[in-house]
């Protein structure tokens, strides 16, 4: 059983706290008290350290990407469209698994908490992770150009997450191109420049095999339902340093 199932169950029992830990309470009904940590019902189990990573990145990321679909004061059916098929194409969602990412977002879209808490705590839960954190800015950018377009209130708002993230702007920049400039792309997913020599791509390529690794991934508290996500990733890598090998007859 995942944790979803868990939770959903009704018998399960979570410590998050922070902003994730009330939109997780708000959605799932929970009263987890944490100024005074302790649950309501002491026969409750406890969600393991993974379960409860996998909890925090669900809950964080549709809660982020509610915040950036309102960040210019309303959420445009293009936006609510965006949202879904990221659900089905990028996730693969199931119907229960996407009713509970959509009251996620609708209760992060009421909630008084700001984009940068919810960042901030992803932020001090998945900070020796750095594979989780850049999917999170990933998953950020995917959404927000799935119209065709990101407008700059878009883009400094996740520009507020690769600071906290403490990710470079060299690394996003490189990250941002591979959806909005073509001429680079294939160069953008692996992380390098075209005017890179050859030995540093192929020693960017077996770092990012190693690091994006499904297997490796997953056992860093991905959840279930983002490891298409990181699977399509992990594909993209290779398909990526099939294009640039053939493009320098490597």
Same mark, same amino acid.
């Given at each position: 059983?995942?944790?979803?199932?868990?939770?959903? #169950?009704?018998?399960?029992? !979570?410590?998050?706290?922070?902003?994730? $830990?009330?939109?997780? #309470?708000?959605? !799932? $009904?929970?009263?987890?008290?944490?100024?005074? =940590? @302790?649950?309501?019902?002491?026969?409750?189990?406890?969600?393991?350290?993974?379960?409860?990573?996998?909890?925090?990145?669900?809950?964080?990321?549709?809660?982020?990407?509610?915040?950036?679909? /309102?960040?210019?004061?309303?959420?445009?059916?293009?936006?609510?469209? %965006?949202?879904?098929?990221?659900?089905?194409?990028?996730?693969?969602?199931? +119907? @229960?698994?996407?009713?509970?990412?959509? *009251?996620?977002? =609708?209760?992060?879209?009421?909630?008084?908490? %700001?984009?940068?808490?919810?960042?901030?705590?992803?932020?001090?839960?998945?900070?020796?992770?750095?594979?989780?954190?850049?999917?999170?800015?990933?998953?950020?950018?995917?959404?927000?150009?799935?119209? #065709?377009?990101?407008?700059?209130?878009?883009?400094?708002?996740?520009?507020?997450?690769?600071?906290?993230?403490?990710?470079? @702007?060299?690394?996003? %920049? *490189?990250? /941002?191109?591979?959806?909005?400039?073509?001429?680079? *792309?294939?160069?953008?997913?692996? $992380?390098?420049?075209?005017?890179?020599? =050859?030995?540093?791509?192929?020693?960017?390529?077996?770092?990012?095999?190693?690091?994006?690794?499904?297997? @490796?991934?997953? %056992?860093? $508290?991905?959840?279930?339902? !983002?490891? *298409?996500?990181?699977?399509?990733?992990?594909?993209?890598?290779?398909? +990526?340093?099939?294009?640039?090998?053939?493009?320098?007859?490597?």
């Amino acid at each position: 059983m995942t944790w979803m199932g868990k939770i959903v #169950g009704g018998a399960i029992g !979570f410590a998050l706290g922070g902003p994730i $830990g009330a939109i997780a #309470g708000a959605t !799932f $009904g929970h009263a987890f008290d944490a100024s005074e =940590n @302790k649950y309501p019902f002491e026969e409750e189990a406890m969600l393991s350290s993974s379960e409860e990573s996998q909890l925090a990145f669900f809950v964080a990321a549709f809660s982020m990407l509610a915040k950036l679909a /309102k960040v210019d004061g309303r959420i445009s059916e293009d936006e609510i469209d %965006s949202i879904r098929r990221f659900m089905v194409n990028d996730l693969n969602l199931d +119907a @229960k698994s996407r009713n509970v990412a959509i *009251k996620i977002f =609708n209760a992060a879209v009421q909630s008084q908490e %700001s984009f940068q808490g919810f960042a901030l705590q992803f932020y001090n839960q998945f900070q020796g992770r750095p594979q989780i954190l850049e999917l999170m800015i990933d998953i950020l950018l995917r959404v927000s150009v799935a119209d #065709g377009r990101m407008n700059r209130s878009e883009e400094n708002l996740i520009l507020e997450a690769v600071k906290i993230f403490r990710f470079s @702007k060299d690394a996003f %920049s *490189k990250l /941002k191109s591979k959806y909005v400039d073509d001429s680079e *792309k294939y160069y953008a997913i692996l $992380g390098c420049s075209k005017g890179d020599p =050859n030995e540093l791509i192929k020693k960017q390529y077996r770092k990012l095999v190693f690091e994006y690794h499904p297997d @490796k991934i997953a %056992s860093k $508290g991905l959840p279930e339902e !983002f490891i *298409k996500f990181a699977n399509d990733k992990f594909r993209e890598i290779q398909e +990526a340093y099939d294009a640039v090998r053939k493009e320098r007859g490597l």
